[in-house]
């Protein structure tokens, strides 16, 4: 990038790389990526239109209120919420979850408790969690869960102490895809004093429209606060979640403000100042064009899809479900996952592979959505097909523990491999340490990769 080029070179370039990340046919992906409805040229309009605004200062660009007013009145009403929910757009899951992890801290501290503050979070309750207790110097009390990967109530009452700041419940988990005990565990909080918060990151654009889900939302009293992605099964572009409150004074505890520098009077709803209103255009366009009509058709696709998936998977010896989910997202095992994985990519099908923890089996995790229900058929067959009916011997490493490797060698020697040809291996390598050397590999591995 050392000389300016024309428009047509730029743009030729920019295909090329985009076809690098485009190589997963619609529907073919189960993570990262949620097709569903073609939005496209909708939401690329409403990107266009909105991408030089500035939500630093809603004032100057209004919009910015329009839009979030909006969708967490639309959230509001599908969460069983009164007039008094309140919330922000964020630029994901995880950004919700800091944010709202912030305002129980906060919240907390309010009141004259002192000290180091700490958080209880299921085993099965999502990585940001863990993130939020590290941005916001908390300690992380995790708690064991049953044979079905449900928060144990008993577990997380145990753990909760007078300087517990956040209880965490899911709906569902990210992993399994089931609902945790939310009313249970919602009355333990609320007997302690303590703040619920429920992450509905993945399910809170599904659950609502899924008949006889379980119950998770504001309808349960001791609901503080929840995270909810719309870019997930909202079917948004990247970057819109929302963190919701059960009143405005909850909320205060997110916000930030300063005036103590020579400059402009700082106050930031969310993490970031300066931020542009594209996704958050394309994410009221999308909500506003599907509307509630449009998601429960959409779960209703989402679900018979499952279900079929489900079927298929409870038929086969060679298959094993990990736990009945709750919804649309499915944990399957099978002799070998991580070359079983390899099998289903080279069919094309971008496939993501769990490890092992606790008691829950390394597994491949399909997030089924609308775009689903027309494959469905050809993805259980490959899955069949591709199933392998023995364990895999071998290793990359040839006997070399990865925990014997200098940590600043392990990206170079992740890097020298093929990592299209050697996935599997590699997978099974990291699979083999403990949580906290797999850590330290990933982010060796993710330190290399950015030069």
Not at 130 to 144: C, G, N, P
Not at 325 to 331: E, F, I, R
Request: proline content about 4%; aromatic content about 8%; glycine content about 8%.
């Amino acid at each position: 990038m050392e000389q300016a080029r024309s428009t047509d070179d730029v743009l030729a370039e920019l295909r090329e790389i985009a076809a690098n990340d485009g190589t997963w046919g619609f529907g073919r992906a189960f993570t990262y990526v949620f097709d569903g409805p073609d939005l496209g040229d909708l939401t690329a309009e409403a990107m266009r239109l909105f991408a030089g605004s500035n939500g630093l200062d809603p004032t100057a660009f209004p919009s910015f209120v329009r839009f979030e007013n909006d969708l967490v009145a639309f959230a509001r009403t599908i969460l069983h919420g009164d007039d008094e929910i309140v919330g922000s757009v964020t630029s994901g899951g995880t950004e919700s979850i800091i944010l709202a992890t912030k305002a129980a801290r906060d919240a907390l501290r309010a009141t004259g408790v002192d000290g180091r503050l700490n958080m209880v979070v299921p085993i099965t309750g999502h990585a940001a969690f863990h993130k939020a207790a590290a941005y916001l110097d908390l300690d992380i009390r995790t708690t064991a869960v049953d044979e079905g990967f449900r928060a144990i109530p008993d577990a997380i009452e145990g753990s909760i102490d007078e300087r517990t700041a956040l209880v965490v419940a899911s709906a569902p988990s990210y992993t399994h895809g089931v609902v945790d005990p939310v009313a249970d565990i919602g009355a333990i909080a609320k007997g302690a004093g303590r703040w619920l918060h429920v992450d509905a990151c993945v399910g809170g654009m599904v659950l609502p429209f899924i008949d006889d889900s379980p119950s998770f939302d504001f309808s349960i009293d001791a609901v503080d606060s929840m995270s909810m992605d719309l870019h997930k099964y909202g079917y948004t572009p990247k970057g819109a979640s929302l963190v919701l409150y059960r009143n405005a004074a909850l909320r205060s505890h997110q916000f930030f403000a300063t005036a103590g520098w020579t400059g402009y009077p700082v106050a930031n709803a969310t993490v970031q100042s300066t931020r542009s209103a594209a996704s958050l255009a394309a994410a009221w366009a999308a909500v506003s064009h599907l509307g509630p009509a449009g998601y429960r058709a959409l779960a209703a696709d989402s679900m018979r899809a499952t279900t079929e998936l489900l079927g298929v998977i409870r038929a086969n010896e060679a298959l094993e479900l990990v736990t009945e989910p709750d919804s649309p997202l499915v944990a399957v095992t099978s002799a070998d996952v991580f070359g079983h994985a390899q099998a289903m990519k080279k069919r094309g099908w971008m496939v993501g592979v769990t490890p092992s923890f606790a008691h829950s089996p390394a597994h491949m995790h399909l997030t089924i959505t609308a775009a689903h229900l027309p494959l469905v058929g050809e993805l259980s067959n490959d899955l069949v097909e591709t199933a392998p009916t023995e364990s895999a011997s071998g290793s990359i490493l040839g006997g070399m523990d990865l925990r014997d490797i200098d940590p600043s060698m392990i990206g170079v020697l992740l890097d020298s491999l093929d990592l299209d040809r050697d996935r599997a291996l590699v997978d099974a390598a990291i699979d083999s340490l403990d949580p906290d050397a797999r850590a330290a590999v990933i982010s060796a591995f993710l330190q290399h990769l950015y030069r």
